[in-house]
């Protein structure tokens, strides 16, 4: 409970450093649907320092967000020399799933195609998402049912980085968490077919699972699950456990990357992960 109200209180800090955070680049705007949320934002760094694209999905808890308000993560990025693709996708409740899950394959599909128009290499995607994010780019990178459904070609991602994510639809999560599937649910839907612990099948996509004890939404437990399935499938997967201050639901999950990395040891390790591929 403590930590609940820690997450709660931690949004003015948050959005106070959102505010003065530096847009140093402006980014492209694709669109890629008619719905106003179905678009993403391509991030071309000043200096680039890596071959390595970044393709991020934010969360939200499947119903707020979008690419522009989360303008801070392409920018940390970029600033650190990786072009990113940042994508938008429809929200519920007014959307229920799997409307969430066709936009990202949709729009990773429609984003490779554009950086290949760049005459960028998507020989080496990184796959991120933080919370809802975190669920929905799971299933993007190791649901091979989804992925023969959207007709996705995966080939190029070598890692795929998740923070804060419900992977495992627990009993135990919290009420916040059940609310927020209930939004994005029809009454009645078969919730395993949206279960990344369920849906997980064999895959070369090394992970990092990003994780706090002290997250006050989302269950530590749910990343123990995904990284058993993922030991059980024998697919490389690393549990880091968050052990900066700061370590609340959305200063881990998105609020890392308003710092920098000598600041946050959970950042610094997301980009030497990274670096390591």
Known sequence: MIDYFRENMSY???????RRFPKNITPERIIY?????????????????????????????WNAGDPDFFDYVGQRFAMEGYRIISVGYRLSPKYKYPC??????????????????KDVSTDKIIVMGPSAGAHLSSILCYSGKDQERYNADMSGVI???????????RKDQTNTIKILQNMLFEKGYDRKTAE???????????????????DGLVEFECAVDLKKKADLLGIPCELYE?????????WYTAGMFLEKREENKGL????????ER
Not at 12 to 18: A, E, P, Q, R, Y
Not at 159 to 164: K, L, M, P, T, V
Not at 270 to 275: D, G, K, M, Q, V
């Open 242 to 250: 968050v052990i900066d201050k700061k370590n609340t639901h959305s």
């Open 33 to 61: 649907g008619e719905d106003k949320d179905q678009y993403y934002l391509y991030y071309e760094p000043q200096k680039i320092l890596s071959d390595k694209a970044i393709v991020w999905i934010h969360g939200g808890g």
């Open 196 to 214: 990344p612990v369920s849906l997980m099948s064999s895959s070369n996509i090394p992970m990092l699972l990003v994780q706090s004890r002290h």
């Open 159 to 169: 890692g795929y980085i998740g923070s804060g994510g419900p992977y495992s639809f």
């Open 12 to 18: 003015f800090g948050l959005m106070s450093k959102v």
């Open 268 to 275: 610094d390790k997301i980009l030497s992960w990274i670096e």
């Open 100 to 117: 969430q899950i066709e936009d990202v394959f949709n729009c990773f599909d429609h984003a490779r195609k554009h950086l290949k128009d």
